[in-house]
Each structure stands twice: as C-alpha cells, then as structure tokens.
C-alpha cells in the first residue's frame, strides 16, 4: 500500500490571486499571518505527510479549491524517479553587486535569509553512505588520585556506627499496691 506526502512551495492554480489564497490557507490550517508567510517563502514545505491515496486526494483537491497548487509524492517511489515541481524563479540578483564581489550572488528567500547574505561560509559536502561523522575522541584517562591515606578494615570489624545509648533503668513500682 503507497503512503504519499502533500508538499506546497507558494505556487498558485491559475487565476487565483495571492491574498484570496492566503485568506482561504489561514482558514483551512486555522494559523495566524506568520505561519501563512512561511508557507509562501517559496520554500518547499511538507504540509502532510504518510496519507494513503484517499487522504492525498482528498487534500489535494482541497488545497487546489483554496487556491493552492500542491505536490503528492508517492514516499515509497525511490528519489530518483520523483519529478519536482522546478521552484518559483528567484529574484535576479543585480549584476554590479555580483560583478564587485566577484562570487555568485543569490537573492534571499525571505527577510530572516537576508541577515545571511553576506556571510562566507564553507561548501560542505555530503558524507557518503555509512560515513562516520562524528570527530574522534581520545581516550579518556584514568584520574590520578592519591588513595593512601586509606585503609580497609577487617572483615566484622564496626565501621564507627554510633552505639545505642543503655535503656534506662526500669521505674521502681515495689511500693505501689493493688487495693481490691
């Protein structure tokens, strides 16, 4: 039995216009403005997730009579046979500012991205398969303590609990009688 996943990247059915969409995403997922931002960054997003092939359709014509154009993706088919949707064109980044820096420049997908932008960071690559990935550690040491102030004593010995103290003497009661 398939399982299919239900993935929206900000695209639109044709004719439909963005804050009407919006508008009917907000009320489908009862979220605030924020969330239906993120969902329209461009990015691809899971919005569901392990659906049999009813559940799939049914949340894609949905999605698609609020507005929506979304992907089902089959989870069982390999990687490799999967066609995506090509994302949403990027803004062109201005050609002075790529030609100045001389790297390539890439418009951000939103204004959290943009603190980024400028950031040198390194390309790292993927690991293959199996790859140990975790830094190698030494061995730890054993701690060097100084023990000889130690002893062991005897077996039986008493280790210094505290004694109980004597019970007291029992009250004299010789002078007491019993009267009938």
């Known amino acids: 039995m398939s399982r299919y996943e239900i993935?929206?990247?900000?695209?639109?059915?044709?004719?439909?216009?963005?804050?009407?969409?919006?508008?009917?995403?907000?009320?489908?997922?009862?979220?605030?403005?924020?969330?239906i931002?993120?969902?329209?960054?461009?990015?691809?997003?899971?919005?569901?997730n392990?659906?049999?092939?009813?559940?799939?359709?049914?949340?894609?014509?949905?999605?698609?009579?609020?507005?929506?154009?979304?992907?089902?993706?089959?989870?069982?088919?390999?990687?490799?046979?999967?066609?995506l949707a090509p994302p949403p064109p990027a803004e062109p980044a201005p050609a002075a500012a790529?030609?100045?820096?001389?790297?390539?420049?890439?418009a951000p997908r939103d204004e959290y991205m943009a603190a980024f932008s400028e950031v040198d960071a390194p390309d790292f690559g993927i690991a293959p398969v199996g790859a140990d990935l975790q830094d190698a550690k030494p061995d730890a040491e054993a701690p060097r303590v100084d023990l000889s102030q130690f002893s062991l004593a005897p077996v039986g010995s008493d280790m210094g609990q505290a004694k109980a103290d004597a019970a007291a003497p029992p009250p004299d009661t010789s002078h007491l009688k019993l009267q009938e």
């Open 50 to 83: 392990n659906l049999d092939a009813a559940a799939a359709e049914k949340y894609r014509s949905t999605l698609e009579r609020a507005g929506a154009r979304v992907e089902v993706i089959d989870m069982d088919m390999p990687i490799e046979e999967v066609e």
């Open 98 to 106: 790529a030609a100045s820096a001389g790297r390539l420049q890439v």
């Open 37 to 48: 931002a993120q969902l329209f960054s461009g990015r691809r997003i899971v919005i569901k």
């Open 7 to 35: 993935a929206f990247s900000g695209q639109l059915v044709p004719g439909a216009q963005l804050e009407l969409v919006k508008a009917n995403m907000a009320k489908l997922f009862q979220a605030d403005a924020q969330r």
